[in-house]
């Protein structure tokens, strides 16, 4: 099924694109037990039971893979996704994922996983990607044109508000990939003129991303064109570089600060942010090292008026940054602290603070359960349980690592508490109420009364499961097949259904 890659805006090198490359990748982290988000997958099932395919794979290319991930796993999702990602961009199609040979071209975030290549490779053929993918990619194209139409949207309103005309694309490109497995996390780069972002659901926040990277697209050359102009305004980088949230990446890169204020400013005139909201942002982005966007701010509002294209006007909107006074405005500005919300990324998204303690122990739980790793996993959780006895997702994770090792009787004890709401509440982010928890909950006890042949009590907890409001689209299909048939454990380790992480 092919779709036309261009967005109708002519043929300018702007695109919405799938691509096989990313959806391989992430086929792999799936099976290596990446934390993926699936609600987003809630109108893809396809997608739904890939993943769940996924994570039961065995076979030398599928461990390889999960050992690999286990070396190369990052503080957060977010972060160890990143260097796959750019893999994914930067590699020729498969089988081959060909690398360029100098690896001095590769970008730095690809070679710290050097190796990778040729365990894709492998696993590619393993797994059957190829077949994989005709098979699910069909149940995407919807989302495809979605995506179509909001980046029409963006283009328009950006290139009216900067006057700017689109022109052919001379080798210039601005690429938006479609990949549902990637979930609500988004990934942008550019080499040189290809711009690509990575995007997997279609949400307000997705969007705003889109446009922030297409304004990058736009407003990179004019910055770069005009670099000896904007080295004039260099002096409020030692001021800028003093905000402890300030991105470490600008502390010595004026000319990328001064790029990436500038797209906040044009951002704010976009959404038309004004009176006190629009005070309050300024005041925001000071106090976060961001100094230039009120000055930007302010020098757009003379463009709003003015006639020319931004590529015409923008040396005088230089030129209009007054340094010293600057300076002396910002005399009065106290700068947030490092661990105030929201901490900004290059691209102006919040982020979360470091993992805690507890946080970061279900991350590993959960990780050591998706690679069937049962002896790790109740080592990990056992170690919080102690520390953290009724937090759900602890007892959650504990029932789940008992299911692993064969211990029903734990494992119906910990289900038992966590369905009848004994688990404290007010746990951070996993309470009794945790829609997730509580349906998987009831699967997991359905299931253990059915390898006691208990039917009747187990098609009881398979309907508990189907009415809990808000259970997860897996957890749904799991207590439906309970209902129709009782379960039957795997020929290998490991469970049909893999528990939420």
């Not at 069909?138 to 283009?155: D, G, K, W």
């Not at 711009?195 to 297409?214: C, F, K, N, P, R």
Request: aromatic share 8%; proline share 8%.
């Amino acid at each position: 099924m092919q779709q036309p890659p261009y967005v109708e805006v002519g043929d300018n090198g702007i695109s919405v694109q799938p691509s096989e490359q990313i959806f391989d990748t992430m086929c792999a982290l799936d099976a290596a037990g990446f934390e993926a988000d699936e609600s987003t997958l809630g109108e893809m099932p396809g997608r739904l039971a890939l993943r769940q395919q996924m994570l039961q794979l065995r076979g030398p290319a599928a461990e390889a893979i999960r050992h690999f991930y286990r070396d190369h796993v990052l503080a957060s999702p977010t972060e160890t996704l990143t260097p796959f990602m750019t893999f994914a961009l930067v590699s020729g199609p498969a089988p081959g994922f060909d690398l360029p040979d100098n690896r001095d071209v590769l970008p730095p975030s690809v070679l710290t996983i050097d190796g990778f290549q040729p365990l894709l490779i492998d696993f590619y053929r393993e797994a059957n990607l190829n077949a994989r993918w005709t098979t699910v990619e069909p149940e995407s194209q919807p989302m495809i044109v979605n995506f179509r139409s909001a980046l029409r949207h963006i283009v328009t309103v950006s290139d009216a508000y900067l006057r700017e005309v689109q022109k052919p694309a001379n080798g210039r490109s601005f690429t938006v990939y479609v990949e549902p497995l990637v979930g609500a996390r988004t990934n942008f780069r550019n080499s040189g003129n290809a711009y690509a972002i990575v995007v997997g659901t279609l949400s307000e926040a997705s969007a705003d991303t889109i446009q922030h990277a297409y304004l990058h697209y736009m407003l990179d050359g004019f910055v770069l064109r005009y670099r000896p102009a904007v080295d004039t305004k260099r002096a409020l980088l030692a001021v800028a570089a003093r905000a402890p949230q300030l991105p470490v990446e600008y502390h010595d890169d004026f000319v990328s600060f001064f790029d990436e204020c500038l797209i906040r400013a044009v951002e704010l005139r976009l959404h038309h942010t004004s009176g006190d909201a629009l005070e309050t942002q300024l005041k925001n982005e000071d106090e976060a090292g961001f100094i230039l966007v009120r000055p930007l701010v302010a020098q757009l509002l003379k463009f709003e008026k003015d006639a020319p294209a931004m590529s015409y006007y923008f040396p005088g909107l230089i030129v209009g940054i007054d340094v010293q006074a600057e300076q002396k405005r910002l005399e009065s500005v106290k700068f947030a602290s490092a661990d105030a919300p929201p901490v900004l990324t290059a691209h102006g998204q919040s982020v979360a603070p470091e993992p805690s303690e507890l946080e970061s122990l279900i991350a590993r739980g959960n990780r050591q359960i998706a690679s069937q790793d049962a002896e790790g996993a109740t080592a990990t959780f056992q170690s919080a349980l102690a520390k953290y006895p009724n937090d759900p997702r602890v007892m959650y994770g504990m029932a789940i690592a008992s299911v692993l090792s064969g211990k029903a009787e734990r494992a119906r004890e910990l289900f038992e508490l966590l369905v009848s709401g004994r688990a404290a509440a007010g746990a951070p982010s996993g309470s009794p109420a945790d829609p997730s928890i509580l349906a998987w909950s009831h699967v997991y006890l359905g299931r253990i009364d059915d390898l006691e042949d208990e039917r009747d009590l187990a098609v009881d907890e398979y309907h508990a499961a189907l009415a809990v409001p808000g259970a997860p689209e897996a957890a749904r299909a799991a207590a439906q097949a309970g209902v129709e048939t009782a379960y039957k454990p795997p020929a290998r380790p490991g469970d049909s259904q893999q528990p939420p992480q």
